[in-house]
Structure formats: structure tokens, C-alpha cells
């Protein structure tokens, strides 16, 4: 049976575990050829394997998204590999929690570079053979806490700055075929979120409880939940929906 995305080509950044893994796995499901990048150079042999075992086609390369010539490299590969790049995903992300008067100058540059300055040096490299080619989908992860959350001020302000990088990018590009929108996650299983429980203290099963708790449809939300908004954006019959932000947080969000 045909995939969705079957001829497509998805580059996702940071894509070796959590939520990108989950989006590159959802793509290579549907027929997808995909590229990841990663600096986590152990996750990305690990995940490379995993692929390779289900039979996906998966092009990896170890790239620091903050670093434009290695993310630009890599594009070029992929493109050399598979012949396009129809589809963007900017999920690469890194939390330097802590309250503002302990929030050091190193936390906020590495959440800030990684995000933004990562998710301006990928959308800058394949928007060329978008262009070109006249389609494109680049879909960008923020997060829930782009409406502030406590712990978090650089994080909060690297998501809402995306929010506003996708609703440009979506005015910018839109004639060329080029649709841009962004996935808001609420709470997902994942190492990051396991990392927020270490922070705090607390087992992640305590974390997973108490955040369930104040979820309206009583579950915490998984790396497919995201991966299926992100297929939403990537399809082809999606190409009248574009700037948005969808919050896939089990509720709603204001």
C-alpha cells in the first residue's frame, strides 16, 4: 500500500531520540526517505540501527544545528543522497533550566542558539531547493512553555521566538509553495522531560503523575502524539494551512 509520503524527503534535526525519533519513525512509516542530524553522535549510531533493522531509509550525520557550515553540509548531502528535501522538521532542543537570579549567562546562549539561531541555519539551507523545486513543508517544535512557565525564562522566550520565526517564514515563503508551521508540545514522555524530574527532585514517574493530573484527557502525551501533528503539516493536502501553531498538549492552551 502506498505511504503518505512516499517520493518525500524529511530532514529532522535533533532526530535521534525523544520526539524527533518519533517524527523521523512516523515519516520512514508513510515512505519517507529521511536525513537526520544530531550531535549526540552514540544516539544517532543507535538510532540509525534501529532504522535499518525496520528497513527504513535513513541518511545520518553527527552536525552541531548552531554551526551553519556543518548544517548547510549536511543538507547538501542529503539532497546529493536523495535527490530533494520536501520536508523540514527543526525539533533539535536542549533545556539549561533554572530561576532567573541563578540563570547563568551560558544557560540562556545555549538554549537561545540552539533553537533559534539552529532552527534559522537549518530553514536557511534547504529553503533554496524548496524554492526551487516550488514546495516545501517546514514545520518547527515549540513547546506549551512559549506561554511562560516558571524554571524556564530562556526556554520560554526560544519557543515564542519560534512561533514568531514560523509565522514569517510562512509570509516569506508562501508563494513559492512553501508552507511553515509550528508544533507546540505539552508534556511528553521523553530524556528531556526525565531531566526536569532530576531537576526538581522527583522520580519521573512523580513527575508523569502530577502532570497527567492536570491534564484534561488524563494521559501524558507520547513522541507519536507530536509525530502525528507533524504529519498533519507535512502533507500535501495540507497546503492551505500554514503560520499556525498547533498545541498538542491534551487541552487547551491560552
Keep these: 500500500m502506498a505511504g503518505k509520503f512516499d517520493g518525500k524527503v524529511a530532514f529532522v534535526t535533533g532526530g535521534s531520540r525523544g520526539i524527533g525519533k518519533g517524527i523521523v519513525q512516523r515519516?520512514?512509516?508513510?515512505?519517507?526517505?529521511?536525513?537526520?542530524?544530531?550531535?549526540d553522535e552514540e544516539a544517532l549510531k543507535e538510532a540509525e540501527s534501529d532504522f535499518a533493522e525496520k528497513g527504513f531509509e535513513v541518511f545520518t550525520k553527527v552536525a552541531?544545528?548552531?554551526?551553519?557550515?556543518?548544517?548547510?553540509?549536511?543538507?547538501?548531502?542529503?539532497?546529493?543522497?536523495f535527490g530533494s528535501i520536501d520536508i523540514l522538521v527543526n525539533n533539535a532542543g536542549v533545556i539549561r533550566d533554572n530561576m532567573l537570579y541563578k540563570m547563568t549567562d551560558s544557560d540562556w546562549d545555549t538554549v537561545m542558539n540552539v533553537h533559534l539561531k539552529g532552527s534559522f541555519n537549518a530553514a536557511r539551507a534547504v529553503q533554496r531547493y524548496m524554492v526551487e523545486n516550488k514546495y516545501g513543508r517546514i514545520i518547527n517544535i515549540s513547546s506549551t512553555?512559549?506561554?511562560?512557565?516558571?524554571?524556564q525564562a530562556n526556554y520560554a522566550t526560544a519557543k515564542a521566538g519560534l512561533q514568531g520565526f514560523t509565522k514569517t517564514l510562512s509570509i516569506e515563503l508562501g508563494r513559492y509553495g512553501v508552507t511553515v508551521n509550528a508544533v507546540a508540545p505539552g508534556f511528553i514522555e521523553t530524556e528531556m522531560t526525565k531531566q526536569t524530574a532530576a531537576r526538581i527532585g522527583?522520580?519521573?514517574?512523580?513527575?508523569?503523575?502530577a502532570s497527567v493530573d492536570r491534564i484534561p484527557v488524563g494521559r501524558s502525551g507520547?513522541?507519536?502524539?507530536?509525530?502525528?501533528?507533524?504529519?498533519?503539516?507535512?502533507?500535501?493536502?495540507?497546503?492551505?494551512?500554514?503560520?499556525?501553531v498547533l498545541y498538542v498538549a491534551g487541552g487547551p492552551k491560552d
Design 64 to 81: 552541531n544545528v548552531v554551526e551553519a557550515e556543518q548544517v548547510e553540509a549536511a543538507v547538501n548531502e542529503a539532497y546529493e543522497e
Design 202 to 209: 522527583i522520580s519521573f514517574e512523580d513527575l508523569v503523575k
Design 145 to 151: 512553555s512559549a506561554l511562560g512557565n516558571r524554571g
Design 27 to 39: 515519516f520512514a512509516e508513510e515512505g519517507a526517505k529521511v536525513a537526520i542530524i544530531d550531535v
Design 222 to 244: 507520547k513522541p507519536e502524539d507530536i509525530a502525528n501533528a507533524v504529519a498533519f503539516y507535512a502533507d500535501e493536502n495540507s497546503s492551505f494551512v500554514s503560520g499556525q
